[in-house]
C-alpha cells in the first residue's frame, strides 16, 4: 500500500507542476503581440466643439433698461464661451500630455 500512495503522490505532484508550468505559459504569452500597437489621439468631447454664438448688438435710439438687458445677456454669453473653451483647452493639454507619455 505505501507504494500506491507513493506512486498516488508522486501523479499529484506532477500534474501540480503541470498546471503552474501551463499557467505561467498562458499568462507570458497572453501579453505578447505581433501586431504593432498605434496610438491614436482621443476624439475631443462633443460639447466643447463648435463656434461661440455672436455677441447681441444694440440698435440706436434704445432705452437704458434695454441696454442693460443687452450688456448683461453679452457678459453671459461671453462668460459661458470663455468657460467652454477653457474646458476644452485643459481637456486637450490634458490628452495631449497621457498621448505623448505613451510614446
Known sequence: MTQDNRE??????VITLGIIVMFVLAMCSGCSTVV????KFPEPPRLGLGTCPQLQ????GVKLSELTNTV???YSTYYECAVRVDQWNEW???????FEGVK
Open 8 to 13: 498516488q503522490g508522486h501523479r499529484s505532484t
Open 36 to 39: 504593432p500597437v498605434t496610438a
Open 57 to 60: 448688438t444694440v440698435p440706436d
Open 72 to 74: 448683461t445677456a453679452n
Open 92 to 98: 486637450y493639454n490634458i490628452q495631449k500630455r497621457i
